[in-house]
Each structure stands twice: as structure tokens, then as C-alpha cells.
């Protein structure tokens, strides 16, 4: 029995709170009228933890995780959900995942050696990345892991090192899919300018279809070498769950093709991320583009599963073992973002409150123009009554929210973001020497930190100085 099997049973059952006003499920305004997670009072942990301070739910990201599990299972007969580990690559919320019974989709060693830390089972976890190292390809060789094929010398690779650690190892090809249907299709411009098609023609990702098929012929005469999937990555380009069935289907036809020409049939499909979630508040990129209109994950499975099964039946193919990646949108609604009030700047046109958070610690609200919903965590059903803009304290424009409508805020008060738990721990930076903030973990009235804030040396000590520099400064001249 593997240790994810083993901690599986441990997954609590869940009952969400019954909140005055409801962010989620496990997020919402308390009975005192402030930001409460789960059981525990906002503003009681951000006086104790301090701010920035990033605040996870973790009943709130098992109920997502069940909520996409569910929902597929519900529609297809051999489901798998493997999380994006790079959503939020916290060793609690992957010993969170492994109880809950998810796999997991790993870039690079790093992210992979943690999986593998917190006790995952390997043969849950695929590698993916278009320029593994050869360091990446061993580690996942040795553990059994499932290596997605990018580039035309990796089989080669990989084989070698099966043969040198006598291993057999488990491979999958990601796929250039045509998406020919999407061609006159417009989503979120986060990958480039254009339709769907042609952000997905213009990634790096994938190998085409003579590519593949050649991998294919390759790979079935190496007696190290397992086919197990292709897999394909939409990406967060569109919040139209029609899009992801068009992708679905397209994986499937792929599957007839390689069928055709191999003798080979896949024997599972991996369809990826891009999953997104909706708020009746609004999130997403575009400043609310997901609102209570976005699709669920019911949405998604229900269409998915329905143009698999279509077009296996039309190409008298069996049913793959299906595998998807959510990762923000499983992280993403557990999580909210906090910082405090210091200066209150008034212009002639314009107000701003200035936070101890920045677009260090929310990196997509300045890249990618994402809207996080922001609340006082004070008296959160506060009325608004007047627009700031929320910046940070770097030296750019740091605008992690402008043009917000919000009641009156003072120094020392406490500001949060929402839908945060995704790309933000993650992604965070370090510019102007910032400190990274800690996470807390909250469970009922429970709150425990499962990130450690940074200190001065933890940035220091990365640097070095020549002696010539140092005695250029210390040394005295005669």
C-alpha cells in the first residue's frame, strides 16, 4: 500500500460554513461582521502572524479538489485528477493532496523532488517541460514517473538512462493539437495575441502529428520504453468549457491517427489545466471576467466526457483512462492575500492606499491585469463609499488593485484579496530586496504556518563579494 493510499482515509468530511455574506465555501463575513476563513477571524491572525501574510483554507481546497473529482467521475468511467503542483507548491498543500488522493503534474526537479518528499505516489506523477535536464529525466526515472515527451532527442534520453539504472520507465507524448474548430475562437490574450489556434500554434509546446507518430514507432521498439499517454495543455485561454471539449475530442481523434499509423493506441489521454472558476464578485484575468457565469466544473465534465465518448464510438476506439491538471482552480479559491494600511495619499483626481502587499506577492494582478476581489477584513459589509486605488510599496506603480470602490480605510487597517491561494506563493518576488511573507494554514479554528516569512539573511546570504571588491571598500589607503 502506498503512502498516498494510506493517508487517503484521513480526508475529513466537509460541511461548508453558513456565512453572512459567502466568498466560498469556507470563506466569508463572520458573526463579529469581519473576513472570516473558515473558523478563524481575519484580523485576529494577520495582528498575530503579521502582514503581508497569505491565509489558506484547507477545507476549502479538499472541497474544490472534490468538488472537479466528483464532477468527472460523475461523467466518465476512469478518472484521475493529477494537481498542478506549480499552483501552489507548499509541502502542506500537497500532503493535503495526497489524503485527498490526487496525483500530480511536476516542472522540473524541484518540483518533483517535493511531491516525492511529501510521500506522493510516483506512479501519480507525471513530469512535464520542454527542456528536461538530465537530472529531471533520472529523478523521474528512479522514482516511476511518467515522462511527457517535448522534444525529438528526449526519447533517446531517456532511454539511456532506463538502461544504466535497469529501470523501465513509463512515457507519454504532449501533442500539437490542430484545434482547427478554434480557429475563429477569441479568449484570454495571456499567451500572445490571436484566436485559440493561434496562441496554441505560437507556444513552445508539443509535437506535431509526424512527430509523434515517429516517437510512436521508436519508442515500441525499446524494451525499456512504456507508452502510457499523450497529453495535451489548453491552458487558461479561454472560460469557454466548449473550448476544453473541442480539445477533448481533438485528443481523441489523435488517438485514432497514431492508431492508424502505429498499430499503437493510447491507453489513457491526460487533457491537462486551464480550468478556470467563476465568483459571483468577479476574478480573473481582465478585471472580472469570471464571474457567477464562468463555467463549473460540472460544466467542464459534462461536455468533456460527452465529446470523448462521441468521438471514441465514431473512431471504434475503447474509452482511455482520462487524466486532467486543474491547479488554480483548485488553489485559487482557497487562498486570500493580506496587508495593512500604511499611508493615505490624496491627489487632485485620485486617492491611493498604500499596503505592505504588492504585486511582489500578487505578481498577476501587474502582469496579466488580474483581478483579485479586495475586502476590509474589519467590518468587511462596511459600505463603500469611495475609489482608491490599492498599490503596494515598490518603486513602480505596484497597482495590485485600482479603481476599487471601498469604505474608508485608515492606517493600520487590514485590506484582503480573495481567490489568492493560486500563482501567488509561487510566483512571489523579491524585488526591491522585499521579504517573502508566511503562509498560515487554517482548519476550523485552527492556524498553523506552513511557510516560514523570510528574514534579511535569507536574501543576504545568496550573495557573495570578490575580496578585491571588499578591500576596494575596507581597506585603508595610505
Known amino acids: 500500500m502506498t503512502m498516498q493510499e494510506k493517508t487517503k482515509g484521513s480526508a475529513p468530511q466537509l460541511t461548508p460554513v453558513d456565512y453572512t455574506v459567502k466568498f466560498g465555501e469556507f470563506i466569508g463575513v463572520g458573526p463579529n ?40 467521475r460523475r461523467h466518465y468511467p476512469d478518472v484521475e485528477i493529477l494537481f498542478a503542483n506549480k499552483s501552489n507548491n507548499g509541502l502542506a498543500i500537497r500532503h493535503i493532496m495526497n489524503q485527498e488522493g490526487a496525483g500530480g503534474d511536476c516542472f522540473g526537479a524541484q518540483e518533483m523532488y517535493m511531491a516525492l518528499l511529501a510521500g506522493t505516489d510516483a506512479r501519480t506523477l507525471v513530469l512535464n517541460g520542454s527542456n528536461k535536464q538530465d537530472e529531471e529525466i533520472e529523478m523521474a526515472a528512479a522514482n516511476g514517473l ?8 528526449e526519447l533517446d534520453r531517456i532511454a539511456a538512462v532506463a538502461e544504466r539504472l535497469d529501470v523501465d520507465v513509463d512515457v507519454g507524448i504532449r501533442l500539437k493539437l490542430d484545434l482547427d474548430p478554434l480557429r475563429e475562437r477569441h479568449g484570454v490574450a495571456m499567451h500572445g495575441p490571436g484566436t485559440l489556434k ?3 500554434d505560437s507556444t513552445k509546446w508539443g509535437m506535431n502529428r509526424a512527430q509523434t507518430v515517429e516517437i510512436v514507432k521508436r519508442a515500441l521498439a525499446m524494451p525499456r520504453i512504456r507508452l502510457k499517454e499523450t497529453h495535451f495543455h489548453l491552458s487558461r485561454m479561454s472560460n469557454e468549457a466548449a473550448d476544453f471539449a473541442v480539445m477533448a475530442r481533438e485528443m481523441i481523434t489523435w488517438s485514432g491517427y497514431i492508431r492508424d499509423n502505429t498499430g499503437w493506441t493510447p491507453p489513457c489521454i491526460d487533457i491537462g489545466g486551464g480550468w478556470t ?73 485620485k486617492k491611493w492606499v498604500n499596503l ?13 491585469d488580474w483581478y483579485y476581489h479586495a475586502v476590509p477584513v474589519a467590518d468587511a459589509e462596511a459600505p463603500a463609499t469611495e475609489q482608491v486605488d490599492l498599490v503596494g510599496p515598490l518603486c513602480n506603480s505596484d497597482e495590485i488593485g485600482p479603481h476599487r470602490t471601498m469604505p474608508a480605510l485608515k492606517r493600520g487597517d487590514f485590506v484582503a484579496f480573495l481567490d489568492a491561494g493560486g500563482y501567488t506563493e509561487s510566483s512571489a518576488a523579491r524585488y526591491n530586496a522585499q521579504l517573502l511573507p508566511a503562509t498560515v494554514l487554517v482548519s476550523g479554528t485552527s492556524a498553523e504556518i506552513i511557510t516560514e516569512r523570510e528574514q534579511l539573511r535569507d536574501v543576504v546570504g545568496r550573495f557573495r563579494v570578490p575580496a578585491r571588491l571588499l578591500a576596494g571598500s575596507f581597506t585603508p589607503r595610505s
Open 33 to 72: 461582521g469581519n473576513l472570516f476563513v473558515d473558523g478563524c477571524d481575519v484580523q485576529v491572525l494577520a495582528e498575530k502572524f503579521g502582514t503581508p501574510l497569505y491565509i489558506i483554507s484547507e477545507k476549502q481546497l479538499r472541497y474544490s479538489y472534490r468538488a472537479f473529482r466528483d464532477a468527472f
Open 146 to 153: 511518467c515522462i511527457n515527451i517535448d522534444a525529438m532527442d
Open 198 to 200: 493561434q496562441q496554441s
Open 277 to 349: 472558476f467563476g465568483k459571483w464578485y468577479g476574478t480573473g484575468p481582465n478585471s472580472q471576467l469570471d464571474d457567477a457565469s464562468a463555467p463549473t466544473a460540472e460544466d467542464y465534465a459534462r461536455l468533456c466526457a460527452a465529446a470523448i465518448k462521441e468521438e471514441a464510438e465514431r473512431l471504434g476506439l475503447p474509452l482511455p483512462k482520462l487524466r486532467l491538471e486543474p491547479g488554480r482552480a483548485l488553489s485559487g479559491p482557497s487562498g486570500v492575500a493580506v496587508g495593512r494600511v500604511g499611508a493615505v495619499k490624496e491627489g487632485t483626481s
Open 356 to 368: 505592505d502587499l504588492s504585486t511582489n506577492h500578487l505578481s498577476w494582478a501587474a502582469v496579466l
